[in-house]
């Protein structure tokens, strides 16, 4: 694999100031790779080096950024985030783990330095995971448009109400469902709030799509695996629309409030997961599972 020569690190900002985090990025210096930092704040993001403020599309408006690869120091949540600027820029990303769990930020943090050294040497594997589309129409007809790695979720606010909605496959309705929501998950985030709500633990390579209801009403409703071609379409009642919101991979400037029509797809775009040479998805879940360990 080529080296990488020019880097983008983002992480929250107080991570900036960890010993360890300086550590590696003074590495990288001395190594003559090209850094760009980008520090997550509260609802926002911040390029350290023109302290251009990202906006909700994560597309830089001011600053000409090129780089071979972002890495992400923090959580899976912060990874979800920082996925959209990989995308946008067509790069790679790197997961290292300063969360808790942290299926997406496969890299430990006290083996970061050994691995990064040799990610940037060109000793790494790539992994394309699947994405999806969602068009969500709105009660007032506005139309917003959004791209997911984990889910997209479809589920009650405001009220503590069920909400009746319409599923379609392929144009076909295959359930009329009255519950606290609906999650259409990636493989790659079958391992998310998909997991927690029975859906089985899904391989990131599988071509497949997730549907998950929460906390359905009957136990006739349940999670269901369809191709990665089918189209889903869901209907939301006009009696629960009012207190209907869909959210895009969990993020605060992916909320939709009151959706009536949803539409969700295969994307078009995949993303780019850089990985260590010896990482099995396996031992993965193994680790962060806790399987196989006395109970």
Not at 32 to 61: C, H, P, R, W
Not at 92 to 110: H, M, T
Not at 166 to 183: A, T
Not at 227 to 242: G, T
Request: charged letters at 20%; proline letters at 3%; glycine letters at 6%.
């Amino acid at each position: 694999m080529k080296k990488i020569k020019k880097v983008i690190i983002y992480s929250h900002q107080k991570y900036f100031a960890n010993a360890n985090i300086k550590k590696i990025i003074n590495h990288l210096k001395k190594n003559k790779v090209k850094l760009t930092l980008i520090s997550q704040y509260k609802g926002y993001a911040k390029v350290e080096s023109t302290n251009e403020i990202i906006n909700n599309d994560f597309i830089f408006t001011k600053s000409k950024i090129e780089s071979d690869l972002i890495i992400v120091f923090g959580g899976d949540g912060l990874f979800l985030t920082a996925s959209k600027i990989a995308i946008n820029l067509n790069i790679p990303i790197l997961g290292i783990n300063y969360g808790k769990i942290g299926f997406l930020v496969d890299i430990d943090k006290k083996q970061a330095l050994k691995q990064v050294t040799a990610i940037i040497s060109g000793d790494y594997i790539i992994d394309s995971r699947m994405m999806l589309d969602a068009k969500i129409k709105d009660i007032g007809n506005k139309i917003n448009k959004s791209t997911s790695l984990n889910d997209i979720v479809i589920h009650n606010f405001g009220q503590l109400k069920m909400i009746k909605m319409k599923i379609f496959v392929n144009n076909f309705l295959i359930n009329v469902q009255r519950s606290d929501g609906i999650i259409i998950a990636t493989p790659t985030g079958s391992t998310a709030y998909s997991m927690s709500n029975g859906c089985p633990i899904v391989s990131p390579n599988s071509n497949v799509i997730c549907c998950t209801p929460i906390s359905p009403h009957t136990y006739s409703h349940r999670p269901i695996i369809i191709n990665e071609k089918d189209k889903i379409k869901i209907e939301v009642d006009e009696l629960s629309v009012n207190h209907t919101m869909t959210t895009v991979d969990g993020s605060n400037n992916n909320n939709f409030e009151k959706s009536k029509i949803i539409e969700i797809m295969k994307s078009k775009s995949k993303l780019k997961i850089l990985h260590p040479v010896e990482y099995n998805y396996f031992q993965i879940l193994n680790k962060k599972l806790k399987w196989g360990g006395r109970s």
